[in-house]
Antibody, heavy 121, light 110 residues
Framework: QVRLEQSGPEVKKPGASVKVSCQAS????????FTWVRQAPGQGFQWLGW????????NYARDFQDRITLTADISTSSSYLELRSLTSDDTAVYFC??????????????WGQGTTVIVSS | QTVVTQEPSLTVSPGGTVTLTCASS?????????ASWFQQKPGHAPRALIY???IEHPWTPARFSGSLFGGKAALTVSGVQPDDEADYYC??????????FGGGTKLTVL
């Protein structure tokens, strides 16, 4: 089964941007996509959006669409999350997940290990 | 603001059966919400269990099953094992291609 490897922890100041990467251990089918979610400390999950691995088509959560960019690179089976204008409320563990397209969205079948992002002055 | 609600906590005895539910503030959950279920243990990434209401992933143990019940999505665990103690999250699809997680259910096996 494919595994997803995410980049290391980040510490950012308020107002800065962060970019998190996610790479699959083997080739990702063109029909697959990457979904990004986050989990604040001691909290549940918040869906951020998805990107198609080949198409690059994106769909963002309405609460984030002004300051988030998701990209994918099929040649390296990778995806990237960029989140801008960070505040302390963005402190969370960010997860990528990959899966096949099913009806209207990409399934979250396989998950990365998570990347801790801390926003602090 | 759409809210997805799960039981905050449930307790079940080993070998027993427990049903976790997932409700939408917009009304009854139907198959059009394509409910997914995930299991998360402390310090670990989630593991996918169910998608599209009742379809199991190849790795999902047979004791886990998904359904619709009383206007909610449901995850039933039959023959509960101590290893099933974890947090469980549902995920619903809404019109406009938005996905919303439930707040999670902490399942204790005691």
């Amino acid at each position: 089964q494919v595994r997803l490897e995410q980049s290391g922890p980040e510490v950012k100041k308020p107002g800065a941007s962060v970019k998190v990467s996610c790479q699959a251990s083997s080739y990702i089918l063109t029909s697959y996509g990457f979904t990004w979610v986050r989990q604040a400390p001691g909290q549940g999950f918040q869906w951020l959006g998805w990107v198609g691995s080949e198409s690059g088509n994106t769909n963002y959560a309405r609460d984030f669409q002004d300051r988030i960019t998701l990209t994918a690179d099929i040649s390296t089976s990778s995806s990237y999350l960029e989140l801008r204008s960070l505040t302390s409320d963005d402190t969370a563990v960010y997860f990528c997940a990959s899966g096949q397209y099913h009806f209207y969205y990409y399934l979250l079948e396989v998950w990365g290990q998570g990347t801790t992002v801390i926003v602090s002055s | 603001q759409t809210v997805v609600t799960q039981e905050p906590s449930l307790t079940v005895s080993p070998g027993g059966t427990v049903t976790l539910t997932c409700a939408s503030s917009t009304g009854a959950v139907t198959s059009d919400f394509y409910a997914s279920w995930f299991q998360q243990k402390p310090g670990h990434a989630p593991r996918a269990l169910i998608y599209a209401t009742n379809i199991e992933h190849p790795w999902t143990p047979a004791r886990f099953s998904g359904s619709l019940f009383g206007g909610k999505a449901a995850l039933t665990v039959s023959g509960v094992q101590p290893d099933d103690e974890a947090d469980y999250y549902c995920l619903l699809y809404f019109p406009g291609a938005q996905l919303v997680f439930g707040g999670g259910t902490k399942l204790t096996v005691l």
